[in-house]
């Protein structure tokens, strides 16, 4: 059976945008099915307005599709990928996340391997309880937590983070960056393939 990915990410700027494209490069390369979605813009247009950069990003995405509940129930796997507010995930993304009662309440989201990346401003600005309060969720789903661990090498490099991937919003994706995502979602694709 195919592992069918959903990468859904929600991006102000495009630090998050990036990491679910190199994921979805690396999950292709797998062998998965990807859906690249994002989660919709919930912010008001005077908000997004009023950044140039926030602004330039959701129109230099504007043809990625907005993620739907259907695509959740269309996939047997999940890679979140959201910064950081305040310690835990941006309203868009639990925007999202709000309007999946109907399939959860049928078991649509139960027995599906899980996995979430994260980005903040500063090197400690969240990124773990972020992490960890979306993994709350994932429980709540029934899912199954695919934590990268420390199962390569290359998380050393990247700061550690046995959680998931987290990226410091202006940082170069250097190479050791790509590699603890890809490496990250490949883990994900092959545990998908197991449960498959």
């Given at each position: 059976?195919?592992?069918?990915?959903?990468?859904?990410?929600y991006?102000s700027?495009?630090?998050?945008?990036?990491m679910?494209?190199?994921?979805?490069?690396?999950?292709?390369?797998?062998?998965?099915?990807?859906?690249?979605?994002?989660?919709?813009?919930?912010?008001?247009?005077?908000?997004?307005?009023?950044q140039?950069a926030?602004?330039?990003?959701?129109?230099?995405?504007?043809?990625?599709?907005?993620?739907?509940?259907?695509?959740?129930?269309?996939?047997n796997?999940?890679?979140i990928?959201?910064?950081t507010?305040?310690g835990?995930m941006?309203?868009?993304?639990?925007?999202?996340?709000?309007?999946?009662?109907?399939?959860?309440?049928?078991?649509g989201?139960?027995?599906?391997?899980?996995?979430?990346?994260?980005?903040?401003?500063?090197?400690?600005?969240?990124?773990?309880?972020?992490?960890?309060?979306?993994?709350?969720?994932?429980?709540?789903?029934?899912?199954?937590?695919?934590?990268?661990?420390?199962?390569?090498?290359?998380?050393?490099?990247?700061?550690?983070?046995?959680?998931?991937?987290?990226?410091?919003?202006g940082?170069?994706?250097?190479?050791?960056?790509?590699?603890?995502?890809?490496?990250?979602?490949?883990?994900?694709?092959?545990?998908?393939?197991?449960?498959?």
């Amino acid at each position: 059976m195919t592992v069918k990915l959903a990468i859904i990410y929600y991006s102000s700027y495009g630090t998050n945008h990036q990491m679910a494209t190199i994921a979805a490069d690396a999950a292709k390369a797998a062998g998965a099915e990807v859906r690249l979605l994002k989660a919709r813009e919930t912010a008001p247009a005077e908000a997004v307005n009023s950044q140039d950069a926030w602004k330039a990003h959701l129109e230099a995405t504007s043809d990625i599709p907005e993620a739907t509940p259907a695509d959740m129930e269309w996939a047997n796997a999940y890679l979140i990928s959201t910064g950081t507010r305040f310690g835990v995930m941006t309203s868009q993304m639990r925007a999202f996340i709000d309007t999946l009662g109907g399939v959860w309440a049928k078991g649509g989201l139960a027995n599906k391997p899980i996995s979430a990346m994260t980005s903040a401003q500063n090197a400690h600005g969240g990124q773990e309880t972020t992490l960890t309060s979306f993994y709350a969720t994932a429980m709540h789903w029934g899912g199954f937590i695919v934590a990268p661990g420390y199962t390569d090498e290359v998380l050393f490099k990247t700061g550690g983070n046995p959680y998931g991937y987290s990226h410091t919003q202006g940082a170069e994706f250097d190479a050791d960056a790509k590699a603890a995502i890809s490496h990250q979602a490949r883990r994900l694709v092959e545990v998908a393939g197991k449960l498959a």
